[in-house]
């Protein structure tokens, strides 16, 4: 039943990516084929897309642990696991991120400021930070915990490009609305 939920949750992602897709100036594809003010492709594949795909390993690795469960011995297992908190962080993050994705879709193409960006500027980041804590403690393995280290730091790294972005774009309008609001939560 647990494995179910859980490829419930990362199989939901899918229609979330086809209809409600969020456009980013940190997506992949624009920094790993960005401005030639950057730096040369082969510098853009090992500073960006290097750092993605661990980042996408890491958080892709619920789905094959949910459906092979043999290969849970093989990633340094841990004592110690909770599921039923882990699968609530998991549609807490999955829900915080949808939410985010729908609203961002909706959103005329200014500066989204109400719905779940009141409480966190970057509810989609935080809602998969929370799925992939759950899954932690869903699946207690060394290797997902170390997962956590570069989805965190590529996501940090893309929420900052992101916003540097939005500032130059709507300037003050921003500066208001990150003094109001906390980069990842309210605090």
């Known amino acids: 039943m647990t494995e179910a939920v859980v490829l419930a949750i990362y199989g939901s992602i899918l229609v979330d990516l086809i209809a409600f897709p969020v456009p980013s100036e940190a997506s992949s594809w624009q ?3 960005g401005a030639e003010d950057r730096p040369t492709a082969a510098k853009r594949l090992v500073i960006y897309a290097l750092p993605a795909a661990l980042a996408v390993a890491a958080f892709a690795l619920p789905i ?23 699968l609530l962080l998991l549609i807490a993050g999955r829900l915080l991120s949808l939410i985010g994705a729908v609203q961002l879709n ?25 799925m992939h804590l759950g899954s932690c403690l869903v699946f207690p393995s060394a ?15 893309r929420v900052r490009i992101e916003e540097a972005h939005l500032k130059s ?17 309210v605090f």
């Open 106 to 130: 909706r959103s005329s193409g200014g500066l989204t400021e109400s719905g779940a960006f009141r409480v966190s500027r970057n509810p989609i980041v935080v809602g998969m930070w929370a």
């Open 143 to 157: 290797v997902l915990w170390a997962g956590m280290i570069p989805l965190v730091a590529n996501l940090h790294r």
């Open 169 to 185: 774009q709507f300037g003050p309008q921003f500066d208001a609305y990150a003094g109001r609001v906390g980069r990842y939560l």
């Open 64 to 86: 094959p642990l949910a459906l092979l469960p043999s290969l849970r011995e093989g990633l340094l297992p841990l004592p110690f696991g909770a599921v039923i908190p882990g």
């Open 31 to 33: 920094l790993v084929t």
